[in-house]
Each structure stands twice: as C-alpha cells, then as structure tokens.
C-alpha cells in the first residue's frame, strides 16, 4: 500500500537509485541486484514489510518524513543477510512474534532512525524484541527507540556484538530488560557497548533499563541510566557479565525488590565502575543503589544508595 503517484515498488522497495559505487546501474530498479547502492526512500509513510539479502543503503534525505510502517499485522524490516545501512528513517507499527520493527542476521548499522510503537506478541522467551532483535552485528548511532514492547527486550534485543551509540532509548516495557536485553548465550565473542547514550523511563519485571547475560563484555561509558522500574535491577540487571561502567549516571530508578540501580547476579568476572555516579535509586529489598550476592561484593555497601563519584553523563541530542 503506497501513496498516490509513488513509484511502484520491486522486492518492497520503492524510490530511485542514487550511485554510490561505480558498479550501480541506473534505475532503482536494478537496487537489490547492485550491492553498494542506495535507495533514496521517498517522502510519505509507506505500509511495508521487506526483506533484505544482500547490500544496500536505505536513506532519507530530505528533512520531510520518510515512514516505513508495518501497518501492525507483520514486521517491518527483515535482513537476511548482507551489510545494511539504515540512515533517517522512521520505522513502526511493525507486529511479529520476535523483532517486530527490524529483524537482523546480517550485518546492520542505523543512523538517525527512529524506531517506535513495535510490538512482538508471543509467549516464547526464546522470541526477543519488540524494536528490533539482531543475532548478528548491529551498530546504532543517534537514534530513538520509543515506546516498543516485547517478553525480552522491548525496545533492543541483542547477541553477537552491538555497539549503541548517541541514542535514546525510553518508555519500552518488557519482562526481562525493557529498554535493552543482551544474549551471550548464543554467539561466542559477545560484547555489548553503550556509549554516550540515554537510556530513561523503560520498565520490565527484571532489568528496567538494560538486563544482560553471559555476556564477554559489557561497557557502559558516558551514559545514563535514568528512572527506569523492575521487580528486580531497576537500572540494570546484570548476569554473568564481565562489567566496565565509565563516566556514567545510574540515578533515579527504583525496583520493587533488589538492585535499585544495579543488580549483579552469578558474578562471572570483574565489576567495574570508574568515575560514574550512583544516587536517588531505591529498591523495596536489598540495594538500594547496588546488589551483589554476598559470596560477590568486593566492598560494596548494599541497603542504601551507594555515590561513588559526582559526574553527571556527557549531554546529547539526537535530531530525526
């Protein structure tokens, strides 16, 4: 379904061609069947639900909308493989049992894209993502993720290696991790960054914010990690995880158990936090600022809200 007068769409994909490599033929046509190329997405909001398997460069360039919209009866984007660039692009209303808004098995990277109200319906823990789910490698810069939901990981749900980077995430709601959920289970050299990101307002029964597992690598830096709610890890739930938290903000959430702005559960490797500032959590068990299982703490004071340096995030904006 397409608006008046657009172009017709071949594989789902409407628009022209603009040549980005020497090898791109004339004609948007001929996009999917030219790797390197880009697909400049016309203005208007577009019921889509495509699928990728190859390179290619999906992009709006001028300041009007570019709306890719699932229409709330599929996702919206799925890449079966391939390097995939998404760059100024609205993606929602996307429904699906697992990565409702963009499903990922090839290599992904978003830049200024806004990904919101996706929601994967299923009661299989094993089906993350109600933004978007990545089994693969993902990086994220100066996005949005509002408002999605999902059983694991409504705004992101990862493995492999992703890097988040100037993006907002807020207000997904989840069961485990609402706003970010980390799977290193899956694939070996797992590591999750999240650099000079916001993540605020996100709620689930276990890790509000970011709720990770088995993770090789996790590195918090110059972030925050503002007034999110759980039964358990408030801010963060953080699960056999190796853990770096670098000039970071953890304040303002709240668990109705353990772990107001942190929890650390089956300590698997270092916890470290440098520079970073820990203040107004709460939590209705032990905690208040930070959770370690007893046989884990290494000098650590649960119970109460634990400040451990006065140094406030590094502050951006992300324009769409």
């Excluded at 069947?33 to 990728?52: A, H, K, Q, R």
């Excluded at 692009?89 to 894209?113: C, F, H, M, P």
């Amino acid at each position: 379904m397409q608006p008046a007068g657009s172009p017709a769409s071949i594989a789902g994909l409407p628009g022209r061609v603009a040549a980005a490599t020497a090898t791109c033929r004339p004609g948007w046509r001929r996009a999917l069947d030219d790797p390197g190329c880009s697909v400049i997405w016309p203005i208007g909001t577009f019921v889509e639900n495509l699928v990728i398997d190859r390179d290619v460069v999906i992009e709006r360039r001028l300041s009007a909308p570019a709306i890719l919209d699932g229409g709330g009866v599929g996702r919206v984007i799925t890449i079966l493989g391939g390097t995939v660039k998404l760059r100024g692009l609205v993606v929602q209303n996307g429904y699906a049992e697992e990565g409702a808004g963009i499903y990922n098995a090839g290599t992904l990277r978003l830049e200024s894209v806004k990904v919101t109200d996706n929601i994967s319906d299923t009661t299989d823990d094993s089906k993350p993502g109600g933004g978007l789910y990545s089994v693969s490698n993902l990086s994220v810069d100066g996005s949005i993720f509002l408002n999605n939901s999902a059983l694991v990981g409504g705004g992101i749900a990862a493995s492999g290696v992703a890097t988040i980077e100037k993006t907002i995430i807020e207000y997904n709601t989840a069961s485990l991790g609402g706003g970010i959920w980390f799977d290193g289970n899956l694939i070996p050299s797992q590591q999750l960054r999240v650099i000079t990101s916001e993540i605020n307002n996100n709620t689930a029964s276990i890790g509000g914010g970011i709720a990770t597992t088995h993770a090789l690598a996790f590195e918090l830096r110059e972030s925050a990690v503002t007034q999110n709610h759980s039964a358990e890890g408030g801010g963060l739930y953080l699960n056999r995880t190796w853990i770096d938290i670098v000039n970071s903000t953890i304040s303002d959430n709240v668990a109705t158990g353990s772990g107001g702005g942190l929890a650390t559960i089956s300590y698997a490797g270092k916890t470290w936090l440098y520079n970073t500032t820990v203040t107004r959590n709460s939590a209705g068990g032990e905690g208040g600022g930070i959770y370690m299982p007893s046989r884990h703490r290494r000098g650590v004071t649960t119970g109460v809200a634990v400040q451990l340096a006065i140094r406030r995030a590094h502050v951006f904006t992300v324009s769409l």
